[in-house]
């Protein structure tokens, strides 16, 4: 079946050091994709997007990267702080025909930094 | 800041009870979507609706159905409760564009004793 998965489960950096979170997706039909940070108790937020047209997207402290030719995402985030510990999500659009596109997500990377 | 909001925040109660978690959004958006969420995992998509009286199911089976009477509110029911249904419950939305970033509620954590 289609899915989005991450390949580490948890990551650790020392505050100031970049950070880098992996993604593989399997749809290569998939046109849209999504970035999530979740932090305890709360739901998802929105961090960063891009669309297939694109390699690369940069935000604020970060950037994302997508290679449509081995189906991989990355999101970077510079100069990591203490607050940007969460767990993240990438997420891709997937097209369910009549009933129009839904967000798949993948199973999340756990990123601790410590000061 | 996203206006999506989900009530109750935590729910305990017993089995085969019978429960409505609420979500409402007040940004006028067409679609809204129901997410199963277990602690340190992925979220599932269970429930979603593109409109007035569309609602489609997701990818990940539920005993669960929902309604969509209002533009604004999505509610997800539960006829009878059972442990396997704890869990956390996110609902999100969306405006009508096809390819749009999704705004989530806080969620609700439901545990069934």
């Known amino acids: 079946g289609e899915s989005v998965g991450l390949h580490l489960p948890t990551l650790s950096v020392q505050e100031g050091d970049n950070s880098i979170i992996n993604c593989a997706y399997s749809n290569s039909a998939s046109d849209y994709f999504i970035w999530y940070k979740q932090e305890s108790g709360k739901g998802p937020q929105f961090i960063i997007d891009?669309?297939?047209?694109?390699d690369k997207r940069q935000g604020q402290r970060v950037t994302v990267l997508l290679n449509k030719t081995v189906k991989h995402l990355s999101l970077q985030i510079a100069a990591t702080q203490p607050g940007d510990s969460a767990v993240y999500f990438c997420?891709?659009?997937?097209?369910?025909?009549?009933?129009?596109?839904?967000?798949?997500f993948g199973k999340g990377t756990t990123l601790s930094v410590s000061s | 800041e996203a206006d999506i909001y989900q009530t109750p925040r935590y729910l305990v109660i017993g089995t085969g009870k019978k429960i409505t978690l609420e979500c409402s959004q007040t940004m006028g958006h067409d679609k809204m979507y129901w997410y199963q969420q277990d602690p340190g995992m992925e979220l599932h998509l269970i429930h979603y609706s593109y409109g007035v009286n569309s609602t489609e199911k997701g990818d990940l089976s539920s005993e669960s159905t929902v309604s969509r009477i209002r533009t604004e509110h999505f509610p997800l029911t539960l006829e009878s409760a059972r442990p396997s249904h704890t869990s956390q419950y996110l609902c999100?939305?969306?405006?009508?564009?096809?390819?749009?970033?999704?705004?989530f509620g806080s969620g609700t954590q439901l545990s069934v004793l």
């Open positions: 997420a891709e659009n997937i097209e369910r025909g009549q009933a129009g596109t839904a967000l798949i």
């Open positions: 891009i669309r297939s047209n694109m």
């Open positions: 999100a939305s969306c405006s009508g564009l096809s390819r749009e970033k999704l705004f």
